[in-house]
């Protein structure tokens, strides 16, 4: 009977590899940060599990690999338009994931366990909803602008009136100004000549003949 080395690999260890690396790849995550979860999970370190994948597991799921970059191209592309078109396009996009996971059935059924497709699934649901949640967020977010911005247009608008107000208030000052100059001009004419008609009553008289004598 040969002895089992206390570190040698289980095949639930390599199932548990297999599982969070594909998760990580659908997802969109490294494959560093598999093998440190996985190193977590069954007391390895990362650079055993990253050896351990690279050497033995990996080439019994080259075909799951493929799906999980495939479903990761479509959950990106989805993730995308869910933020523009909202939760609709998101369940679309569940939908055709999930139909991709069943027609890709007999070729991953030794590969994946029933627990790793219940998982994925549930971490789909999971996104969709933090997709809708960020979803409303954004609508929120941009209906608070829009009043934002009616707002500061009302705003505008109102200080723009006050500035005509005061631009017309100014001409009728201006022009009220311009007048009393005149006037004060006009007044300080008169003035001066009815000061010279006085100096010359004083410095003129008429003598017997009825003639002007000027006094020195």
Known sequence: ???????????????????????????????????????????????????????????????AISLAKSQRQKRSYYKKQSSLSGPQVAGVAAQELEQDVYKNDGA???????????????????????????????????????????????????LLKEVSEVKTDYHVVNDDYKALIQIMDRARRLAFLNEEDEELKTRFKMDANGNLERIE
């Open 1 to 63: 009977m040969s002895a089992v080395r206390q570190d040698a690999w289980s095949a639930e260890d390599d199932l548990i590899l297999a599982e969070v690396t594909l998760r990580h790849i659908r997802e969109g995550s490294t494959q560093l940060a598999a093998f440190e979860e996985v190193g977590e999970r069954i007391g390895r370190t990362s650079a055993a599990c990253g050896f351990r994948w690279n050497s033995c597991v990996r080439k019994k799921y080259e075909e």
């Open 108 to 158: 991953t059924e030794e590969t994946l366990s029933i627990d790793a497709v219940i998982r994925f699934l549930r971490q789909w649901k999971g996104g969709l909803q933090e997709s809708s949640r960020q979803y409303k967020l954004l609508e929120k977010t941009l209906r608070e602008k829009e009043e934002e911005l009616a707002r500061l247009r009302s705003e505008n608008e109102r």
